[in-house]
């Protein structure tokens, strides 16, 4: 009994120091092959520098710029997302719909907000992740 009481107690203590990974969201990863100009957004969900395995490339910077790939991660609000390295991304990370097809359509990721145009009401949800609409066949809209 003292044998199973002591390994349960390593075991506990073991899985406490490992913790979950510190997350990443920022670091340069690679999403896939370069795409033409005004190209479309690419998520490689296999990407092993990150943390999530999420890499993620925007089609383009809110300011015309060239987006870079970066590790990314779900979210449920922007403060789920930490700031990353201010290098890669100036303005902060926000919670928002990264792509509308596809297995991650209308999921929203940690996207870094230079690539975002945000208006004055916010990050608008693109409207083909309108729940009300029956069009709308994204199995990820809520």
């Given at each position: 009994m003292k044998r199973l009481l002591l390994a349960l107690a390593l075991s506990v203590g073991a899985m406490t120091l490992a913790?979950?990974?510190?997350?990443?969201?920022g670091k340069a990863?690679?999403?896939?092959?370069?795409?033409?100009?005004?190209?479309?957004?690419?998520i490689n969900s296999q990407a092993l520098e990150c943390n999530s395995r999420i890499c993620f490339r925007p089609?383009?910077?809110?300011?015309?710029?060239?987006?870079?790939?970066?590790?990314?991660?779900?979210?449920?609000?922007?403060?789920?997302?930490?700031?990353?390295?201010?290098?890669?991304?100036k303005a902060g990370f926000a919670c928002a719909v990264a792509v509308t097809v596809?297995?991650?359509?209308?999921?929203?990721?940690?996207?870094?907000?230079?690539?975002?145009?945000?208006?004055?009401?916010?990050?608008?949800r693109p409207e083909a992740c309108n729940p009300d609409k029956p069009e709308n066949k994204c199995p990820n809209i809520r």
């Open positions: 913790g979950c990974p510190d997350s990443d969201v990863c690679v999403a896939g092959a370069p795409t033409a100009t005004g190209g479309s957004s690419i089609s383009s910077a809110a300011g015309g710029g060239t987006s870079e790939d970066l590790c990314t991660d779900f979210c449920s609000s922007s403060s789920d997302c930490n700031d990353g390295p201010k290098d890669k991304c596809g297995p991650f359509c209308c999921k929203k990721m940690c996207i870094c907000k230079d690539y975002l145009s945000i208006s004055d009401a916010g990050i608008v």
